[in-house]
């Protein structure tokens, strides 16, 4: 197993401790006992996933450890991640009453990933080569996706969260189309 692979499965690892911590303190919350130590070690976990995520990418393409279990571990890992987080941060409140990801947000995010995810299934039913390549769309609704989770974390200012996630939405769905545009593309081809 190469160290970018390694890396890719350590991230796995932090995805139920993120959760963890992130349920105990929106519990604490709840309760009007919130713990700092769950939230920061919530928000560590979180964010040293997501670095990690850059860096298995840039070793494995620096020292050419690329491999077929990184390729197919790798986007699980990320899923993974910024699924459970949002998740998580739509049941258990970070902050004052409702200061949470909306149930509309989560709805348009998990079906879009569970559609193309769909997607994918049904062109390898139809014994189609599936190569979704990146897309600036795809990029741009991660980094909203990022914001938004920070944004709900972190509480950097007063403004309800429905503001970056009405954001992000348009990025998410923005990506939604494109990959499925790439998915009619290779279902029509021969």
């Known amino acids: 197993m190469t160290l970018a692979t390694k890396i890719t499965v350590s991230r ?20 009007g006992l919130p713990l700092d130590f769950d939230k920061w070690a919530a928000i ?48 258990f409140d970070w902050g004052e009453i409702g200061w949470r990801i909306p149930y509309w947000f989560t709805a348009i995010v998990v079906g879009r990933d569970c559609f193309i995810l769909g997607g994918i299934r049904y062109l ?21 996706l990022f914001v938004v989770l920070g944004w709900v974390m972190l509480l950097p200012t007063a403004i309800n969260p429905n503001f970056p996630c009405a954001v992000a939405a348009v990025f998410v769905l923005l990506s939604f189309l494109e990959y499925l545009q790439q998915g009619l593309r290779i279902l029509r081809s021969k």
């Open 124 to 144: 390898y039913f139809a014994k189609k080569k599936v190569a979704i390549r990146p897309h600036w769309t795809g990029k741009a609704s991660t980094l909203s």
């Open 12 to 31: 796995l690892f932090m995805v139920p401790i993120f959760a963890a911590f992130a349920i105990r303190y929106g519990l604490g919350t709840s309760s």
């Open 44 to 91: 560590c976990f979180f964010t040293l996933a997501a670095v990690s995520d850059g860096i298995d990418g840039w070793i494995a393409r620096r020292f050419h450890q690329t491999s077929e279990l990184g390729a197919f571990l790798d986007p699980i890992a990320d899923k993974a991640i910024v699924l459970t987080a949002i998740l998580t941060l739509t049941f």
